[in-house]
């Protein structure tokens, strides 16, 4: 009698960890074009693995715009009558900047503590090559799957997703499916199974600031030029207030308050505020608006934060220079029922009445996502609960995520389906940051809880 899916995960750890290990030592860093053979090598590497495990239609999909990366594509349609499941991930990293922070090199794995380092541990090689693995061993016992699976992996989540969320919509025949599933959060805390139930939306800007034609010299012009570099600091401080409050007309006007039932559950979540700043964030006060508690302030309140300002000069030296032109990294988190397009529109008009005397302000829109949330009701939140239950032997919990993760709005746009983010990684793993970690417990404990779930709605 032939072995069990779920006693094939627990006989190839190792294999799955060397296969992890080969991935992660790709820098696929998307925004860097000089990485654009890693991102192909990334690509190749997950396409070789899913022929290689029986997927059908293994197809990687190219753009025809210049610099964008390629997607993947695989399905296996042989479960007539079943449920079919969109499986999400992308291979592409951040940069791993400033390197010098790392204990070992982004790029060359390395364990510590039970712990896997390097750049994309977490964010999101691990979790997606934790999907493959899952159906993997359905093929190597059973042969086939319980329910029907098709991938959709793509190499620009860190760069906007151009190349999928044009690709959705003009695909919709080709990627039906009852639900997607995502694996691209975080559990609440150690070995707490948890379920992500709501996203906040991002609009993120590019705000110009210019006032001469070239740049001038202080001594010459200084006292009688506009600086954009003070027009824009002065414009910034305008956003939001000491109170946490931002400042934009009627950017409040759609956001509602959780409901009494969810509130109610994020306070019985083992949340120690200090742990949260001192640990997590390293820092030595929070901040934000006033009646509301810190995880409303996190994932159900909308926020504004400056990125960077860069301009002028800022090298070794004195160089005595009125900057023709500034510039500022600007986004806003939104909430449910805010809606983007009106929220660029409120923030460029209000940008521009508070633009000061001699300097032409501009507004870059550089990407933009709704808000979403997935009623708990739903079966396949539920089956996903029950199957994080059966693998952690505690009830799951539902928390929503102050991040955003834009393809959840395409798929709810344009395929009409619900996202599953059964995420497995863990607060303090630092995504986008150096010594970012994946928890190898949490990654074999991932890929037979995504197991279970596909042999639960398998039944």
């Excluded at 044009?166 to 039906?176: F, G, I, S, T």
């Excluded at 707490?192 to 705000?207: H, K, Q, S």
């Excluded at 220079?321 to 805010?338: F, G, Q």
Aim: charge should be neutral; aromatic fraction near 8%.
């Amino acid at each position: 009698m032939g072995i069990s899916p779920f006693e094939y995960y627990q006989a190839n750890r190792q294999q799955f960890l060397d296969g992890l290990i080969s991935l992660l030592k790709i820098p696929s860093i998307s925004t860097l074009p000089e990485h654009r053979p890693d991102i192909r090598r990334a690509v190749e590497f997950l396409a070789g693995e899913l022929r290689g495990m029986g997927m059908k239609n293994v197809e990687i999909i190219e753009s025809e715009k210049e610099g964008r990366h390629p997607l993947l594509y695989a399905e296996w349609l042989e479960a007539p009558g079943k449920p079919t499941l969109l499986l999400y991930g992308h291979y592409d990293v951040q940069p791993p900047d400033p390197v010098e922070e790392w204990h070992s090199p982004p790029f060359e794995p390395a364990i510590r503590d039970e712990n896997i380092y390097a750049r994309g541990a977490v964010d999101d090689k691990g979790q997606t090559y934790l999907l493959v693995k899952a159906v993997e061993g359905f093929f190597k016992t059973a042969g086939k799957l319980p329910i029907n699976i098709k991938f959709l992996i793509e190499g620009e989540e860190e760069v906007g997703g151009e190349h999928i969320e044009e690709y959705v919509p003009a695909h919709a025949d080709k990627l039906k499916a009852d639900a997607a599933v995502i694996c691209d959060t975080e559990m609440f805390a150690p070995d707490l199974p948890t379920l992500t139930t709501g996203l906040r939306g991002l609009v993120y800007t590019e705000v110009e600031a210019r006032g001469a034609a070239h740049d001038l010299h202080s001594g010459m012009y200084g006292g009688a030029a506009p600086n954009p570099f003070q027009a824009l600091a002065e414009m910034v401080t305008q956003l939001k207030g000491p109170d946490g409050k931002i400042r934009i007309p009627g950017f409040y006007k759609r956001v509602k308050r959780p409901s009494a039932a969810e509130l109610a559950a994020w306070k019985r979540l083992p949340f120690k505020e200090g742990h949260f700043m001192k640990k997590e964030m390293g820092a030595t006060a929070l901040i934000g608006e006033k009646g509301y508690s810190v995880l409303e302030r996190l994932w159900a309140r909308p926020t504004l934060e400056v990125h960077g300002i860069r301009g002028g000069f800022t090298g070794e030296g004195a160089k005595t220079v009125i900057p023709a032109v500034a510039t500022a990294k600007v986004s806003m988190r939104l909430v449910p029922d805010m809606d983007p397009k009106e929220v660029i529109k409120q923030f460029t008009a209000y940008v521009k009445k508070i633009t000061p005397k001699g300097i032409k302000s501009t507004v870059r829109l550089l990407s933009s996502a709704p808000a979403s949330v997935v009623s708990t009701e739903s079966r396949w939140i539920a089956a996903a609960a029950e199957a994080m239950e059966q693998v952690f032997k505690k009830k799951t919990v539902y928390m929503r995520s102050g991040g955003s993760i834009p393809i959840v709005g395409v798929f709810q746009r344009s395929l009409k389906i619900p996202s599953v983010m059964m995420g497995f990684g863990l607060p303090d793993d630092n995504l986008h940051a150096p010594n970012e970690k994946f928890h190898l417990p949490n990654f074999y404990r991932g890929i037979e809880a995504v197991g279970r779930y596909f042999e639960l709605l398998g039944k």
